[in-house]
């Protein structure tokens, strides 16, 4: 059966019957060594075959299936001669698959794909943009020197193409050509100055990454690009983000002066040898100047930071790195939620995130610390990801959160991973050497573990003792007897090397126990081990020093056993004993201070982090990863002293564009920034409802709050557009000066400007796209006419206009500068605060914000719980003992902030003196107004204090130092989310129209529980408003409860039991 099917597909010729006795021949047995072969003989035997038809359909099912074999990793070398045929085909997709092939078996076939090299070059003037591509990714992966000046000509010609596909691939070709001769450098760097002008975003990774292999030195080709970059980078490919990205770190470190200066301060006012008076004056002086941040290094840390959400690790690794590197400190904090939200990636990823976070965690504890929890271990993490989160749980504890880690690490010491709870042990120690508070009770959970049945964890339990006793001068006897006994249990050389050197030390404080444990070594001498052995005759050595009486013949006995060991270390250890402490003839000087030698006070080990030194390394890199330097690693360098001329990344604008651009920037950005801004949506939409019957001033007060609105928005629009705008922001100014003046000679046709400007309003509401720029230009001058009536009718409003537009002269005098980023809030407000003057909130109501305005307003808190918490305890604060709560008032000090009383008492019998707020260790965003420094407080004094603290809409911790005149104590605040609510009263109607309109981002839920005889309406109520700050809703259903409030709303559900 079996060689009739084989001689049947021998006659065959068509390309189904090929298959079939390819099967066919696939279940020829094994015991025939001809079957064998010839299965994959006639397998290529039919491609080369389906290769040589005349049938197109024939050639593209051929080469799919050898790209298919490819693909999953066989070998297609032999069918190169028959594939290269059909390079010259005039079927697309047969080329496209052509091309796959020669790409990956070019270089191997070198002299094959020469002879079709006419062919490649016919292909690079294909009308088809993916062929002239594919053609020159071949003729770029030959691998002869001689075709150089050929691909060097098609390399040009490609970097001026029109598709930026091909561009894409000249990027990528400068790259193999520079590997392949080196010498035609000069040559490339004008095709990637060139291609660095290019403003596809396909293109400007691809030239990023030809820039560092070929001249990461050439920092001036970035200059003019620089904006440029900056701009795409946020719609250029995800690989070519990670790229430009680690550039531009290297790029900003070279050109921006160091934000970190301002942290600095002067360390010390001492004056070096050989520096004069006047030297150190003029250094002082200089470091006196108020930081400034060049905008084009803001323009760059903005940018990047809606990359912090990408879905790329690689991407938000860099851009983590990038504001390390680069950012103030007091920006850096918000790298740390998207590095924690990467730890739920596979393991790799988690392994490199975490290696990055222990080495940014040793020198900034306070970025990762609210994450704590988010580095506990779980049972199914590979050992190498337990180990890295021991690091930083390590690195992270502090005498606040030890007793919490020290809970989860006798948990992890349980572990089966031995590995893992060694290395556990080990992390104690280190919190018990950082954290002088719980040295004793780490050494005594230590010591409890002395006695666990696991040879691994006793070992290591004793060499972290041996550890700490060395740093502890304190006298721990029956700590160092204990661990003698076990001398005769533990087999582990480290662990007995460690109890020997203890004993050693410590002899003179255990005299009895310690001859009688040299004595159990001489007779084992000879099966320990080297390490073991050589602490043995160190022992001795001590032992012959302070107690000759008793362990000099025995001290002598292990010497002779050593004189004749293997290992030559302890052969030259025992010759070196034996003339140091056994006087002679032949003793040299040394003999007289053997004691001091031998029994000198050791320095304590220092238990320091195996991540300290990496720091000098780019986060990110291979090289921090591997802790070595790696071929083609570029370091950092050290920030600038003056940072050099700002001007030279200035590009020449068009005058046309640089006078049309902020006004067609502004008109498109105004519907996005709407997007986000719910107070705007509500105004838009007051507008579009309004009908022709209402009353003039009325229509002009929403369109003159309308008009202010689009004119904040164009300006500042206009000040974060383009880099263009940015580099001519003095010409963009004497622009505007001339706009304002033609603005205050149009004071005439009120009541047609208003009817146009009401159209545009409606037509911009409805998202209309059909406004060409004459629509748009007089829509502006509307908006100035009837700005320009605003003022001079409505004199009640001109102090707050006066000050919106000294505010936009102030944004104008940045440039750059995006206010918002020194300041960022990390919740918008959606509606306005209650703490406004009676003149705003008449102006509020006129813009007709919402048409429910009316029937909401801002009420008195319904209940105000007495519940305090314990901001400072008196024994952590050495008698000055501080309790806080939330009193449910409108905060004196700010609109937006949230009042805090606290009360301070004094339990000592002293006088403490000073009490004033230090250092402030705050989240991006969050400010915090402090009480006056108290002078003194009396013995079992109290005075309350009042503070306020804009939790920015956030639980967020506010972290604090509360200082008195000799010590400072860390604490911190963290508000309840129902305190950072403001009760509104409201009808049931209403009610149920803003619950329509919320978005269900945010929830927080809470369960009430009483008995079915006490769940009254009242009892509800007071649980309610026990935790949250809310308003009662009436409602007309006897079993449901409605409650509002201003900044969140909350569902309530009424759960029995």
Request: hydrophobic share 35%; net charge negative.
């Amino acid at each position: 059966m079996s060689s009739n099917s084989f001689a049947y597909t021998e006659q065959s010729g068509g390309g189904e019957t090929a298959e079939l006795g390819q099967e066919a021949t696939s279940t020829i047995s094994p015991s025939g060594a001809f079957g064998l072969f010839s299965s994959d003989l006639k397998k290529n035997e039919d491609l080369k075959q389906m290769l040589e038809s005349n049938k197109d359909s024939a050639k593209l099912d051929a080469m799919k299936r050898i790209v298919g074999m490819i693909a999953k990793g066989k070998n297609a070398s032999e069918l190169f001669p028959a594939v290269v045929k059909n390079v010259a085909s005039k079927n697309i997709e047969i080329k496209k698959l052509v091309y796959v092939y020669l790409v990956r078996y070019a270089e191997e076939q070198q002299d094959l794909a020469l002879l079709s090299i006419s062919t490649f070059q016919r292909a690079l003037k294909d009308p088809n943009q993916l062929i002239r591509a594919s053609a020159l990714r071949v003729l770029s992966s030959i691998r002869v020197p001689i075709i150089v000046p050929i691909m060097m000509l098609a390399i040009k010609e490609a970097s001026a193409d029109l598709s930026p596909y091909v561009r894409k691939n000249a990027a990528h070709a400068i790259q193999k050509l520079y590997s392949l001769d080196p010498e035609q450098k000069e040559m490339l760097i004008e095709v990637i100055e060139k291609l660095l002008k290019d403003k596809s975003t396909l293109v400007a990774g691809s030239v990023v990454m030809a820039f560092e292999e070929v001249c990461p030195d050439r920092i001036d080709l970035i200059h003019k690009n620089y904006r440029k970059l900056c701009n795409l980078l946020v719609d250029v490919e995800e690989w070519g983000q990670v790229v430009i990205i680690h550039m531009l770190t290297r790029y900003a470190r070279t050109q921006f002066v160091s934000p970190w200066k301002e942290d600095d301060g002067l360390e010390d006012n001492e004056k070096n040898f050989y520096e004069s008076d006047d030297e150190l004056k003029e250094k002082t002086e200089d470091r006196k100047k108020p930081y400034s941040m060049d905008p084009d290094h803001r323009l760059l840390i903005r940018n990047t930071k809606p990359l912090l959400q990408s879905r790329n690790a690689a991407v938000v690794m860099a851009v983590a790195q990038l504001y390390w590197h680069i950012s103030p400190k007091s920006e850096a904090g918000i790298i740390s939620k998207s590095l924690v939200r990467l730890l739920r990636s596979n393991r790799e990823v988690q392994y490199i995130v975490l290696q990055n976070i222990a080495t940014m965690s040793i020198q900034r504890k306070g970025m990762f610390e609210p994450y704590l929890k988010s580095f506990y271990v779980r049972s199914t993490d590979p050992t190498m990801i337990k180990t890295l989160k021991l690091e930083i749980l390590t690195n992270l504890a502090n005498e606040a959160n030890i007793s919490t880690l020290l809970r989860e690490f006798q948990t992890y010491v349980k572990s089966q991973d031995k590995q893992f709870a060694a290395a556990t042990i080990q992390t104690i120690g280190r919190c018990a050497t950082n954290i002088s508070e719980v040295t004793d009770t780490c050494l005594n959970g230590l010591v409890c573990l002395l006695s666990n049945r696991d040879e691994i964890v006793v070992a290591e339990s004793v060499v972290v003792i041996k550890k700490l006793l060395q740093m502890q001068p304190v006298q721990h006897g029956e700590i160092i007897k204990h661990m003698a006994k076990l001398l005769d249990s533990i087999t582990v050389p480290v662990a007995r090397a460690s109890i020997l050197w203890l004993i050693g030390e410590n002899c003179e404080r255990v005299p009895k126990i310690a001859p009688d444990v040299l004595r159990k070594m001489a007779k084992s001498f000879t099966s320990e081990d080297d390490l073991v052995k050589l602490q043995i005759l160190n022992l001795g050595a001590k032992l012959y020093l302070t107690n000759s009486k008793q362990t000099k013949l025995l001290t002598q006995y292990i010497l002779n056993l050593g004189k004749y060991d293997q290992n030559y270390d302890i052969r030259d250890r025992t010759r070196f004993i034996r003339q140091l402490i056994v006087p002679n003839e032949k003793s040299g000087a040394l003999s007289k201070y053997a004691k001091k030698i031998f029994l000198a006070q050791k320095p304590a080990p220092l238990l320091e982090s195996p991540f300290k030194d990496r720091d000098h390394f780019q986060l990110g890199t291979l090289s921090h990863t591997l802790n070595i330097k790696a071929s083609g690693y570029l370091e950092l360098s050290n920030w600038p002293e003056v940072a050099p001329d700002p001007s030279v990344r200035n590009v020449e604008v068009i005058e046309l564009a640089k006078e049309w651009t902020p006004t067609g920037k502004a008109k498109k950005e105004n519907p996005a920034k709407k997007f986000y801004s719910e107070s705007e949506e509500e105004e838009e939409s007051s507008d579009s409802s309004s009908s022709d019957s209402e009353s003039e001033s009325g229509s002009e007060s929403g369109e003159g709050g309308g008009s202010e609105e689009e004119e904040d928005s164009s300006e500042d629009s206009s000040e974060g557009s383009s880099s263009e705008e940015e580099s001519e922001s003095g010409d963009e100014s004497e622009a505007e000066n001339k706009r304002m003046a033609t603005r205050n000679s149009k004071n005439k046709g009120k009541s047609d400007t208003e009817d146009g400007k009401k159209k545009n309003e409606k037509s911009k509401t409805s998202g209309s796209s059909d406004a060409d720029s004459s629509s748009i230009e007089s829509s502006s001058d509307s908006e100035s006419e009837s700005e320009s009536e605003y003022e001079s009718r409505k004199t009640t409003k001109e102090i707050g206009k006066q000050t919106k537009q000294d505010r936009n002269l102030l944004t104008k005098d940045v440039s750059l500068l995006d206010l918002d980023d020194f300041n960022p809030i990390s919740t918008p407000v959606v509606l306005p605060t209650p703490a406004l003057s009676p003149s705003l909130i008449a102006d509020l109501e006129g813009l007709n914000l919402s048409t429910s305005s009316s029937v909401i307003s801002v009420g008195t808190p319904v209940f105000v719980p007495g519940k305090t918490h314990v901001l400072l305890h008196r024994m952590s604060g050495k008698g000055l003992a501080a309790n806080y709560f939330f009193p449910r008032q409108p905060c004196i000090f700010g609109d937006k902030m949230v009042s805090v009383q606290i009360t301070l008492n004094n339990t000592s019998d002293r006088k403490i003196e000073n009490i004033h707020i230090g250092e402030k260790k705050l989240p991006v965003g969050m400010q915090m107004h402090v009480f006056h420094p108290i002078d003194s407080l009396e013995p079992e004094g109290s005075i309350t204090v009042s503070m306020g603290i804009d939790f920015c809409d956030s639980t967020q911790t506010a972290s604090f130092q509360l200082c008195t005149k000799d010590d400072c104590f860390n604490v911190t605040i963290q508000p309840p989310i129902g305190e950072l609510l403001l009760p509104v009263t409201m009808s049931e109607k209403d009610f149920k129209k803003e619950q329509g309109m919320l978005t269900g981002m945010n929830e927080t839920s809470a369960v009430i529980i009483a008995a079915p005889q006490n769940f009254t309406p009242s009892m509800v109520l007071q649980k309610v408003v026990n935790v949250a700050n809310v308003g009662v809703v009436p409602s007309g259903q006897d079993n449901i409860h409605r409650s509002e409030e201003l900044k969140f709303s909350s569902s309530l559900r009424k759960v029995c039991s």
